[in-house]
């Protein structure tokens, strides 16, 4: 089973721990966002995300579409093999620590896809890894 990771091109950025949840994911950035791999950790580690390990793409951007909408914070493109995340750079990938949008878009891996409320859940589910995050460091 493959993981999440990233990893950068032009730099290097990977887990310690081989097969960790940091060790498959891609950037296209020359500059990693502070805590990215720890809020790829995260939300990995909550229980309903096993969908996870199965590694991805993320592509930090200075600006995002997500087709229809004109302008997000990021994107999530869960039928793409690998999957991709495109998200609006930020220096610190907790950039707003009870609402990091690297973990929202993540948590749309989880499952927080369909339904009126698939946004208020991946916004839960990322304040959950926030916290996990928090009583792990």
């Given at each position: 089973?493959r ?13 310690s721990e081989?097969g960790?949840?940091?060790?498959n994911?891609?950037?296209t950035v020359?500059e990693v ?7 790829v950790?995260?939300v990995a580690a909550?229980?309903?995300c096993?969908?996870?390990?199965a590694?991805?793409?993320i592509r930090?951007?200075?600006a995002?579409s ?8 990021g ?10 995340i495109?998200v ?10 009870d609402m ?19 946004e208020?859940?991946?916004d ?9 995050w928090?009583d792990?460091?």
């Open positions: 089973m993981s999440f990771a990233l990893l950068i091109l032009l730099t290097a950025c990977t887990s081989p960790s949840p940091t060790d994911w891609y950037q020359i966002p502070r805590n990215a791999n720890e809020v950790k995260a909550l229980p309903e096993s969908a996870v390990l590694g991805g793409e930090w951007r200075s995002v997500c087709g229809s909408v004109p302008f997000a914070r994107c999530t493109y869960i039928g793409r093999k690998p999957v991709l495109e609006v750079y930020a220096p610190d990938a907790w950039e707003a620590p990091s949008t690297l973990a929202h878009e993540l948590c749309h891996v989880c499952g927080y896809t369909d339904g009126p409320d698939a208020a859940q991946a839960a589910c990322a304040m959950r890894a926030h916290r996990w928090l792990h460091q």
